[in-house]
């Protein structure tokens, strides 16, 4: 079957920095994406990769090993607005998108 | 742009009741889809549209029906309600250029359903 696994919850502390986790199992691969998801509101798209390698976005970055079958999303200098669950997700050989659980990351002062 | 449109934001149903929920953008896009998030679960595709007047079935399909007669809409129907289909619903559109490029999904702002 097709599987990804992150984090359940992490804990953070302002200013920090944070490494997401993601691994994926699936039937084929057509790039994989990173969510955010504040409490009660709707996925916003962060990040997309389809080759190996490093994608920086300002505070954010997110990086792939099809390989390994391995994502991280990395967070630079937290802030408490970035208290979130953070969704991966994989797009499968049939093109359609396969979701992690998320990750809720908890932001302390 | 109002971007992708959903209603009802919260709803309660009594078990055997249909209900309708509605999803509309306003960006053109071919691809639109709607998904149930659960606690502790991945978002799961329930139906999935590439254009007006087709539609095709997702992860989790039964209990629902869609249909696409416009671009802008997709409706989501509960033909009768169940207890198992208390959850909160997003409905997501994206373009389709290029299908194996990065498609990103815009959501809408999700809908809550308690199904009694």
């Known amino acids: 079957g097709q599987n990804i696994d992150q984090p359940t919850e992490m804990t953070a502390t302002e200013g920090a920095i944070v490494q997401i986790n993601c691994t994926y199992q699936?039937?084929?691969?057509?790039?994989l994406f990173w969510y955010q998801q504040h409490a009660g509101e709707a996925p916003t798209f962060l990040s997309y990769n389809v080759l190996d390698g490093l994608e920086e976005k300002g505070r954010f970055s997110s990086f792939l090993s099809r390989s390994k079958g391995y994502s991280y999303l990395l967070l630079k200098e937290l802030q408490m607005k970035d208290s979130a669950s953070y969704l991966c997700?994989?797009?499968?050989?049939?093109?359609?998108?396969?979701w992690g659980a998320g990750t809720k990351l908890i932001i302390k002062p | 742009n109002a971007g992708v449109t959903q209603t009802p934001k919260f709803q309660v149903l009594k078990t055997g009741q249909s209900m309708t929920l509605q999803c509309a953008q306003d960006m053109n896009h071919e691809y639109m889809s709607w998904y149930r998030q659960d606690p502790g679960m991945g978002l799961r595709l329930i139906h999935y549209?590439?254009?007006?007047?087709?539609?095709d079935q997702g992860e989790v399909p039964n209990g629902y029906n869609v249909s696409r007669s416009t671009t802008e809409d997709f409706p989501l129907r509960l033909l009768s309600a169940a207890p198992s289909q208390t959850s909160v619903y997003f409905c997501?559109?994206?373009?389709?250029?290029?299908?194996?490029?990065?498609?990103?999904?815009?959501f809408g702002a999700g809908s809550r359903l308690t199904v009694l």
């Open positions: 699936t039937s084929g691969f057509n790039g």
């Open positions: 549209s590439v254009g007006a007047g087709i539609t």
């Open positions: 997700a994989v797009k499968d050989s049939n093109y359609q998108l396969i």
């Open positions: 997501a559109s994206s373009s389709l250029d290029g299908i194996s490029g990065a498609n990103v999904l815009t």
